[in-house]
């Protein structure tokens, strides 16, 4: 399906029960340079989301728009609206948002290389206040066994697996209702890349958490979400459910490198991929 202003016609939008809804939302940097330009997603309760997209679609910063940091790089949405929970928190700050339910895991891990892995667990939970959290650790170090046996160690000195595991971890000792993650197999060898996104499906199944995931590696994406979003040049493109997406010829052409047979395309054919976009 292909979405020429907003998403408010994709599957998710007509279920109901969506945690986050973002609607018609324009960002701009530096007063001068728009990067997000009327885009519009929702992401149902208990549900996996992806949104795809090149480099330089205006992943990240739709990411930044929600969690609040945009300002943090001279950034602003200047219209449209983000709802989350049916509260409006398009001028609320960060930190307000993180109080609320929103999480999210940085592009890069951003671990704090410095402080042992229990530490950096433990201020995930700082915005939560003075409150025991020895139940969210031992949750947390359930759910990742590998960080339990090394919770001494500094983080530093981990593995990239490790450390994304690490971020991950730190993100949910905020309680979050909602995770974001930007692009939580970067850099990773593909076994690692398949626990990564095996673990996202297990926070989802086994404790219900709603996730909103933004990944290069499409196919991997596609097929863990039930919902998924293209972006180019700061507007949905295409939408739907994800396993409609991952069948869809335009989706295997320009994201899975995949022609119209079903085998690889070669790089002549890739190189000028974008000149065919019907949807540009």
């Known amino acids: ?17 969506d ?21 519009s997603l929702s992401v149902p309760e208990g549900a996996i989301v992806a949104l795809l997209g090149s480099n330089g679609a205006g992943k990240s ?31 609320l700050d960060a930190a ?13 891990r951003h671990v704090f290389e410095h402080l042992t ?9 700082y915005f939560r206040g003075r409150v025991d959290i020895g139940a969210e650790l031992e949750q947390v170090y359930g759910l990742l066994p590998k960080l339990a046996d090394m919770r001494a160690r500094v983080a530093g000195y981990l593995s ?36 990564i996104f095996a673990f996202i499906q297990r926070l989802n199944t086994e404790m219900g958490l709603t996730v909103l995931v933004i990944e290069q ?34 989706v295997k052409e320009f994201y899975l490198g995949l022609g119209e047979a079903g085998g690889r395309k070669s790089f002549r054919d890739v190189k000028h991929y974008k000149r065919r976009k019907r949807w540009l």
């Open 19 to 39: 945690l986050l809804t973002v609607a018609n939302i324009e960002v701009i940097y530096d007063d001068v340079i728009l990067v997000l330009r009327g885009m």
């Open 61 to 91: 910063t739709t990411l930044k728009a929600i969690s609040g940091l945009l300002p943090t790089e001279h950034g602003a949405v200047t219209d449209g609206t983000i709802m989350f929970g049916g509260r409006d928190i398009t001028r």
């Open 217 to 250: 590696n499409a196919r991997r994406a596609l097929e863990i979400a039930h919902h998924a979003y293209i972006l180019e040049h700061g507007r949905i493109v295409l939408a739907g459910e994800a396993g409609e997406l991952l069948g869809n010829p335009d």
């Open 1 to 17: 399906m292909t979405v020429s202003e907003s998403a408010v016609s994709s599957p998710s939008a007509q279920a109901g029960g």
């Open 160 to 195: 990239g697996g490790e450390q994304q595991m690490l971020a991950i971890g730190r993100a949910l000792m905020a309680k979050p209702k909602l995770l974001m993650l930007d692009e939580p197999s970067l850099g990773l060898a593909p076994i690692l890349v398949d626990d």
């Open 117 to 125: 892995v229990a530490e950096n667990l433990i201020a995930g939970a």
């Open 96 to 108: 307000a948002r993180v109080r609320l339910g929103l999480s999210l895991c940085m592009e890069g």
